[in-house]
């Protein structure tokens, strides 16, 4: 039911910052942010619950914020001190409240590519 669309990724260098958008459709209860890189598996990064603080991954922990205006229906990614490391597709999703694996997400949006070079 939900769908999200992904906006906001870029090429920048190290120390650099970027902000992600996904703009959803529908009433949505748990959102995340994921990340996949070449040969890795997908890797939560983000999650926001209706009603509760965000958690986040220990990777990116104190250098990105997840944040989600619902007034827009729209999910953000401030992202911080970027390292090449951060090097990685990022995807927005959607599933019942408390979701935190990726096989929890229900809807997930197409990607958007983010490269930190060094």
């Known amino acids: 039911q939900v769908q999200l669309v992904e906006s906001g990724g870029g090429s920048v260098q190290a120390g650099g910052s970027l902000r992600l958008s996904c703009a959803a459709t529908g009433y949505t209860y748990s959102m995340g942010w994921f990340r996949q890189a070449p040969g890795k598996e997908r890797e939560g990064i983000a999650f926001?619950?209706?009603?509760?603080?965000?958690t986040y991954a220990d990777s990116v922990k104190g250098r990105f914020t997840i944040s989600k205006d619902n007034a827009k229906n729209t999910l953000y990614l401030q992202m911080n001190s970027l390292k090449p490391e951060d090097t990685a597709m990022y995807y927005c999703a959607h599933g019942p409240y408390g979701s935190r694996s990726a096989s929890d997400f229900g809807s997930w949006g197409q990607g958007t590519q983010v490269t930190v070079s060094s």
């Open positions: 926001i619950d209706r009603g509760r603080s965000p």
